[in-house]
């Protein structure tokens, strides 16, 4: 198998054909998937608890095998204490006239999430105290809760709120609390190591597109893209959960299973909007494997499809990493996102819908986040299967067998390049001892990631490198 051609073998196993993304896009029974599920899923009204997100993450298991788990309600998990979950039924707003202002049916944004019942006659200067809206997008429809503070609320536009006439409102909610627990989804796709990439995204918010819908939809789209790789190198850990909460109570039963197993992980958010890059948001830790993946990509050492850049840690904003970061974790855990939270105006409000969004845009994300996990497949930690010496090439058509000045130049298949190509194989082999990982060999290689890669599937595929720990022979 000339050496040279691996490199066909890798672009068939771990890139599309360029010529047919429009046509994957535009055509594909995934935009219909997605498509679909976009419109069951929007109008659930999803909370931390209840049957909202426990509807949506039923919805996800026609799709994957997730098996789901409740902490219940009142267990202590860290240092917060899981809530009763919210029941909803109906919410409504009239004016003093019989005339509905705002009403559930129309947008489940109309009503605070986790709010308490209420059936009362209310005067609009009292009434204000329980309204919101955003002055400086008067058309928008706020994203509002109050999940740890018991409370009661409204939310309509600016437009409609200045409309308001003085008299007696009817605010009714219906809604109850019960002991319950907090839900979370999971499954694997079994690799062959036992040492996992964690891809999760939180399912709690109510009719948002970018900012809710995005990450579970790009997360179904990547369990259906790495079920069909031939190989699998690691397990893959795909999770739902509600924000923050939810990601609390999945540490408190699998923290020291990710302490053990985990090499690196994704959390999804805001990874459907219009911008031309995607971001990644560094680990914690600051140097693992999806840290170094991702400064690469950023400086266009290694290409995903869609452009890259890079930001640090920071507890300040986000989502879930802030829970995977903390001191007590300190898990490798990065979040990759596209027109980011914070960064557009429909950010928690009605203006982040479909049309904002895109099927198209999230298939896009998920095509590159693929390419993304396929290097990260190659980039982590190679280990020497025959660390005893230099194993033998020659037999296995890597180093030529006739040992002359004329053939030192070539390798076994006459490239040019062979004296090249041998010396980066004598190089990973040598540095793959589990402690080097890709890139690092590429520097010591002075070579691209890229360059190496048709290097090590060759190494791999002759049993002479492996990414799971075992016992090498002796």
Not at 297 to 326: A, H, M, N, V, W
Request: proline share 6%; net charge negative; aromatic share 10%.
């Amino acid at each position: 198998y000339p050496l040279y051609k691996v490199n066909t073998n890798f672009n068939l196993r771990y890139n599309f054909a360029k010529k047919h993304d429009k046509d994957r896009i535009m055509h594909s029974d995934e935009f219909t998937l997605l498509n679909n599920s976009f419109d069951e899923l929007w109008p659930l009204t999803r909370s931390i608890t209840g049957p909202g997100i426990e509807q949506s993450l039923e919805y996800f298991s026609q799709y994957m095998p997730l098996k789901m788990e409740k902490v219940p309600t009142g267990s202590q998990v860290f240092d917060w204490v899981v809530p009763q979950e919210w029941h909803f039924q109906h919410a409504q707003l009239k004016g003093p006239g019989g005339e509905t202002i705002c009403c559930s049916d129309d947008s489940n944004l109309h009503v605070v999430n986790y709010s308490t019942p209420i059936d009362v006659q209310i005067e609009l200067d009292e009434l204000q105290k329980h309204l919101h809206s955003l002055p400086a997008l008067p058309t928008a429809t706020p994203y509002v809760t109050s999940y740890y503070q018991k409370a009661w609320g409204f939310c309509l536009s600016e437009e409609k709120r200045r409309e308001l006439k003085p008299g007696a409102y009817h605010a009714q909610i219906k809604s109850s609390f019960k002991d319950g627990g907090v839900p979370f989804s999971h499954c694997t796709l079994e690799g062959d190591s036992d040492q996992e990439i964690l891809l999760t995204s939180y399912l709690c918010h109510p009719s948002l597109a970018n900012n809710e819908l995005s990450g579970p939809l790009t997360l179904l789209a990547l369990y259906n893209r790495i079920k069909l790789w031939p190989k699998r190198r690691y397990t893959y850990r795909f999770l739902f959960n509600p924000e923050t909460i939810g990601s609390l109570c999945f540490l408190s039963r699998y923290n020291q299973h990710l302490q053990e197993k985990l090499i690196s992980g994704l959390i999804l958010t805001c990874i459907g909007g219009p911008a031309k890059k995607l971001r990644y948001k560094e680990s914690a830790v600051g140097n693992s494997l999806f840290d170094k993946l991702a400064q690469h990509c950023s400086q266009d050492k290694l290409l995903i499809g869609e452009p890259l850049y890079t930001i640090p840690f920071s507890p300040l904003g986000g989502s879930d990493e802030r829970q995977y970061g903390s001191p007590g974790f300190r898990l490798p855990m990065g979040q990759i996102s596209k027109s980011s939270y914070g960064e557009y105006d429909g950010y928690h409000n009605s203006l982040d819908d479909k049309a904002f969004m895109t099927i198209e845009s999230l298939i896009e994300s998920a095509a590159s986040t693929e390419k993304f996990l396929q290097y990260g497949e190659l980039c982590g930690k190679p280990i020497n299967q025959s660390p005893y010496g230099e194993p033998q090439l020659g037999p296995r058509g890597l180093y030529p067998n006739m040992n002359a000045a004329s053939t030192r130049k070539y390798s076994a298949d006459k490239t040019v390049d062979g004296r090249t190509q041998l010396n980066h194989i004598l190089m990973s082999l040598n540095k793959a001892d589990g402690d080097n990982d890709l890139f690092s060999i590429a520097d010591a290689c002075q070579c691209s990631v890229d360059e190496l890669i048709p290097i090590i599937l060759k190494l791999e595929n002759e049993g002479l490198i492996s990414y799971i720990q075992k016992a090498p022979a002796q």
